[in-house]
């Protein structure tokens, strides 16, 4: 649409497209709005569309994933987790992800029992954490693993969360589980393996929380924002990627960080994106170098593992970094966010 293109002239448009029968996604940004049409290509009378009020120009949008893509919206997108009240009374900070905003999300790989994760969180909100992570759903190689501890535990991270002023981020595993996150969660992330779990991706999607987008252990960096894809069709706009490492022939780490992926991401899509340098690391000795890497090649952040006693993890022990690293690690990070003029605001700092 033009710029300064009233209301009433955007309403139209958005008629007009579903009267056509496609979707319109509304883009506002600080400049523009755009109004995506998404449907079949063939029924949108793009010569109509082009002569009606406050409209700039038609333009067709060559790559197979729509609303992700940088050409639907320019600037880079910010995601809110957090904000508000939470379900059990607590006053929840609203973190920001994306453009000049770094987060970072810590906590361990999956919740054990109450007091460690009470204490994991601690510490890693004091050394600088924004966002509480920790599975209680866990997708575990061998069904014998220990599988997680369910909705019980999912209370644990929101009372925790509530108490230590931190929104929670969940995995979820089974479109089943979406409803009764919901109410608990303030971001639900997608792990690796369910990626192109389509119908999870939709059901995330028509809720309006936040969602953590892993990339798949094999999948292309088209692949990973088709996944995307799926989310933002639904409605739901706050998707976040995640690199987290791939497979690859080098069997000396657990996958491999595709640190290129981070630029390649952010010049085709406007999503914010974080790195995930536990799972690709696979060992706490590389995981801060990692974690950096992905800084610097200009990621929005991190999400990593932190655990006080990883000898005695159920979880991905070895790849958990101790408390006192994972606060080394955070005045790096700040340090290489500043290249790229992003910020990890201190938690004190947030409301
Ligand atoms: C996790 O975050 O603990 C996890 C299982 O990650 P991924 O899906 O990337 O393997
Ligand atoms: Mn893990």
Sequence with gaps: M????????????????????SKAHLSRGQFRTVIGAVGEEGTLDQTHLS??????????????YKLASREFHDEDSVVIVGGGRSVMGGD?????????????IAGPCAVENREMLQKIARHVRDAGAHILRGGVFKP????????????????????TGDELGMPICVEVMDTRQVADMEPYVDCFQIGAR??????LLREVGKTRKPVLLKRGLAATVKDWLLSAEYVLSQGNTGVVLC????????????????VTSIPVARQWSHLPIIVDPSHAA?????????????????????????????????????????????KELMGQLRQIAA???REFVEAGELV
């Design 2 to 21: 033009n710029h300064g293109a009233p209301d009433g002239a955007i309403d139209r448009v958005v008629a007009e497209i579903e009267r056509m029968g």
């Design 51 to 64: 002569s009606l009020d406050g409209v700039e120009k038609v333009v067709p949008i060559m790559k197979p």
């Design 92 to 104: 929840v900070p609203a973190v920001k992800v994306g453009g000049p905003h770094a987060a970072c």
């Design 140 to 159: 575990r190689t061998s069904p014998y693993s220990f599988q997680g501890l369910g909705l019980e535990a999912l209370k644990w991270m929101r009372q």
């Design 194 to 199: 369910n990626m192109q779990n389509f119908d």
């Design 243 to 258: 690199e987290r490492g791939i497979k690859t022939f080098e069997d000396s780490i657990r996958y491999t960080l595709d």
């Design 282 to 326: 696979g060992k706490r000795d590389y995981v801060a170098a990692l974690a950096l890497a992905g800084m610097a090649a200009g990621a929005h952040g991190i999400i990593v593992e932190v655990h006080y006693n990883p000898a005695e993890a159920q979880c991905d022990g070895p790849q958990a970094l101790l408390p006192q690293m994972f």
């Design 339 to 341: 290249i790229h003029k």
